[in-house]
Nanobody, 125 residues
Framework: QVTLVESGGGLVQAGDSLTLSCAVS????????MAWFRQAPGKDLEFVAY????????YYEDFVKGRFTISRDNAKNTLYLGLNSLKPEDTAVYYC??????????????????WGQGTQVTVSS
């Protein structure tokens, strides 16, 4: 069993920055590709960013536009998401997800095997 625990969310003002963390335990972290998703109030879950097992393949959703940075530290079993230039529309619960190697599109939520409980990010205008 793999456990994912997010942290780092909070209430910030537009233009501020945050760093989200996702601590992974239970299995070898480097076995899993990782991603961040988010869900805004009243909206569907949406893909934010993906990183492969070794960190040399990264994808972002278009709305990120250079503002967010996904990274991982396999020695610390931790995934990160740096959020810069935050906007009110970035307000959402942010989830990390892990998947065993597969060829499914990285944006498909059902292709992920494990999920964290989420961390709330609220951006005020």
């Amino acid at each position: 069993q793999v456990t994912l625990v997010e942290s780092g969310g909070g209430l910030v003002q537009a233009g501020d920055s945050l760093t989200l963390s996702c601590a992974v335990s239970g299995r070898t972290f480097s076995m899993y590709a990782m991603a961040w998703f988010r869900q805004a109030p009243g909206k569907d879950l949406e893909f934010v960013a993906y990183i492969n097992r070794v960190g040399d393949s990264i994808y972002y959703e278009d709305f990120v536009k250079g503002r967010f940075t996904i990274s991982r530290d396999n020695a610390k079993n931790t995934l990160y998401l740096g959020l810069n230039s935050l906007k009110p529309e970035d307000t959402a619960v942010y989830y990390c997800a892990a998947r065993r190697p597969n060829t499914s599109n990285v944006r498909i939520e059902s292709s992920y095997d494990y999920w964290g409980q989420g961390t709330q990010v609220t951006v005020s205008s």
